[in-house]
């Protein structure tokens, strides 16, 4: 490797490019790459070891057939759609590179990579923006994604944009187990808001013909029921739980429809987010 100076293309530090080739059998033993200038189209590096060596993650630079860096501004759909085929496949290459070295947590940081560059190049293919998915919130992401469903495009497609939207908020492909937490506590906790109301309050019956007792407590002892009931949220959180287990004070409320509709929702989330929990905790026990 030779070290050049490319003031011309605005380039202060080290290059290191690559351009539909293959690197075979090269060895790679302490060397920082991420400090170059690292310029990537369809390269093999499969057979390659990497010892000590850092490899770029997110300052990556894609060429294009001119070999060119892709510029940020270029619009151009089939250059988006290129531009994210390439970074799927370099992740991809060297997800298994370290899979086969035996390093899982390098493992895991590319296939999180590639997960979420691989998101974005099936939003390009169904006509979508490649940031159509990024919001403030988790929900208004996942919500997004289900309504994907009803536009018309790939319906195959559209599944996976889903399966990776999922992943990603409920562990980041895995790599984060703190957001799994948040995946189970946060809508859970409003699920079980609800679930107590359920219990008192006919959402489906008008207000004006309702039971006077269950009027005499929507009105005036909500937070006292919410105290009372505050107890049996842990049990709440217990997917293998009766469904008559947090039992309603006695000729006041009733499980009903709406309860049991709740109930099996949050069972639901609760069981993926247990399972994508301990896959964030078991990303650097998996068995080579």
Known sequence: MHSYNLLFQNI??????VYQSSLGKTEFSNCSLKDFEFQYNST???DCLFLGTDIPEDNLKILDSKITVFPIENTEIKSKIEFHKQKSEFFSQFKKIFEKQGNVFQAGLFNSKWAENQEKLLLLNIGKNENYLDSSTSLGSFLKSVILFFEESNISSKQDVFTFNLNRISNNHGESW????GFILVPLSILYFFFILSLYYDFITPYDVC??????????NLFTLLRYHSKDFFSFLNPARRLEQIKPLKNIGHLNFVSSLIDFTARIILAFGIYQLIVAFRKNAKKQ
Request: glycine share 0%; net charge positive.
């Open 178 to 181: 703190l957001r799994s937490i």
């Open 211 to 220: 039971d006077k007792k269950v009027k005499f407590v929507y009105d005036n």
């Open 12 to 17: 202060n530090k080290p290059l290191f490019r």
């Open 44 to 46: 093999n590096f499969y």
